[in-house]
């Protein structure tokens, strides 16, 4: 403590030398600065006259007073005037000029001395409507550029109303529902607007009308209606926009169609050969093949004459280019097909090798439905073209030609568990190989039911046409014919651990 002390009173002269050497800032008269915001006085449509007080000083002079005004709500269009302060009644006013008619202003007064800038408290008025303005007329014309998610809506402006400050924008809403309706921007010119509804439902009615806004408040037009498009076109040829919205502008891959489609669309896919493999597999789209590009309705197309395929071409498998690598569509727990339909399409040379199952589509699980396809040249270790699990499928008119699995089972198809209810209507299987397994064209884990179904030159080493590993047969409906099926050991058909030892098309 005695050696602290000395270094103190060391320390306090030291301070007070410097107090008496430097005098520092003059130190200014205690007080404070306030400043009132006054009413707005001699209102136009394009003026307003602010004025301000300051009511108590610090001592201070005052340097600077003024005003910030701008749009009520609207921040970002924040400006200011300066204004000329009178000492002797410590007011100040200033008048700002070229405001929109008819508009609402907030407003505040400040004022600044040489320690603080205060400001007052924000007011607001409204501008007057100008001389000869009234509300704004508009039209509502139409639609264009309609698509399965999308639209353009049109409108015209009839009047402006003789204002500057004229807007026009659509409101759309889904028809049936309440209070979600959606205002659209829309780019006037030439008296002509236009507006894009984007995000739009496949197949859904809308509602939507035009709007006038100046001054005078909103005015709306006529209300219209339409219906997006349940379909997204898809042509290998199309030189167009690439959106699916038409023909014309069609995408070329299908494989982008998807990945763009919304649920719920149909995609009408013209003649020609698409190499694409790995398709992603979605909810609720369906896809019809056969179309030769110019047709409105889905009835018009013919899938025999106007073919469309998937896979590769003979001269790729051939020169082996994706050899043992070329799955197309695979649905599984995250990704799968609900209830998906595809037809009029033809699947070739897939190859589903390297996956073990399903040249063509592997559905684990998923229940789509085939209609008017055919699956030929296709391979696999099993399931040579469709590999079901966890599914309940319905093939109808389907041809499956010359598939094959060079190890396994199902030349043509394998189904696995709990695929009740297959049915298979007015199906041809020919020429499909299992030669080291059973059923060259099917083999199935659970009875199916087949209807005027034609199987005939099959082949396997054991149950050429048919293996049901699991008993049960078939339920045959109609005239199902098996016939000209080759095997080294076994008949067309062959039940096992089921207690028969075969099952006939008449069902004995």
């Keep these: ?9 060391a320390c306090l002269c030291v301070f007070a030398w410097a107090c008496e050497e430097n005098d520092g800032p003059e130190i200014v008269e205690e007080g404070f600065l306030e400043v009132l915001t006054l009413n707005a006085e001699n209102v136009t449509e394009s003026q307003i006259k602010l004025s301000g007080q300051v009511l108590s000083l610090s001592g201070s002079e005052i340097k600077k007073v003024g005003f910030a005004y701008w749009v009520q709500g609207k921040l970002s269009t924040r400006k200011v005037a300066s204004a000329e302060y009178d000492a002797a009644t410590k007011t100040f006013s200033a008048t700002v000029q070229g405001l929109n008619s008819y508009t609402s202003y907030s407003f505040n007064a400040f004022a600044e001395d040489e320690i603080t800038v205060e400001r007052g408290d924000v007011l607001s008025t409204k501008t007057k409507v100008a001389p000869g303005v009234t509300k704004a007329s508009v039209e509502t014309i139409g ?8 639209a353009t809506l049109k409108g015209k402006l009839l009047t402006d109303g003789n204002s500057t400050q004229t807007q026009v924008l659509f409101y759309i809403w889904e028809r049936g529902t ?15 607007f236009t507006g894009d509804a984007l995000a739009l439902r496949p197949g859904a009615q809308y509602a939507y009308t035009t709007v006038g806004l100046n001054e005078l408040g909103a005015n709306p037009g006529d209300t219209l209606f339409f219906k997006t498009n349940q379909m997204v076109f898809v042509d290998i040829d199309a030189t167009g926009a690439g959106d699916g919205s038409s023909w014309a502008n069609a995408f070329t891959s299908i494989k982008t169609a998807i990945s763009k489609a919304s649920s719920g669309v149909e995609l009408w896919i013209a003649e020609g050969i698409y190499v694409e493999k790995e398709i992603p597999a979605k909810k609720g789209y369906d896809l019809y093949g056969g179309f030769n590009g110019t047709e409105t309705e889905r009835g018009q197309r013919d899938w025999e004459t106007n073919v469309t395929t998937i896979g590769r071409t003979k001269e790729m498998y051939d020169a082996k280019e994706h050899h043992e690598n070329f799955p197309i569509l695979t649905s599984q727990y ?12 033809t699947f070739q040379y897939g190859d589903g090798v390297s996956r073990n199952a399903g040249g063509v589509i592997v559905c684990n699980p998923g229940s789509p439905s085939f209609k008017n396809c055919i699956f030929k040249n296709n391979t696999a270790k099993t399931g040579g073209a469709l590999y079901l699990m966890n599914s309940k499928s319905y093939i109808y008119n389907c041809k499956f030609i010359e598939n094959t699995v060079p190890q396994h089972q199902g030349g043509a198809m394998r189904t696995y568990i709990n695929v009740d209810g297959l049915i298979l209507d ?27 179904c034609i199987l005939k030159e099959n082949e396997a080493r054991t149950a050429p046409a048919i293996h049901v590993n699991g008993g049960g047969c078939p339920l045959f409906i109609g005239t199902n014919i098996i016939e000209g099926n080759i095997s080294k050991n076994n008949p067309g058909v062959q039940i096992d651990g089921g207690g028969s030892k075969g ?6």
């Design 1 to 9: 403590m005695k050696k602290i002390f000395p270094i103190l009173v």
């Design 143 to 150: 639609i264009e550029g309609l698509s399965f998610n999308k």
């Design 178 to 192: 309440i209070n979600e309706e959606k205002s659209i921007k829309a780019e006037l010119q030439d008296g002509m």
């Design 334 to 345: 995250k990704h799968r097909l609900e209830k998906s339909i595809f037809d009029g399409i």
């Design 426 to 452: 007015e199906c041809v299987f020919e020429r499909n190989t299992a030669p080291n397994s059973e059923g060259g064209a099917l083999h199935v884990t659970q009875p199916l039911t087949m209807r005027n």
């Design 503 to 508: 099952c006939s098309p008449d069902g004995q």
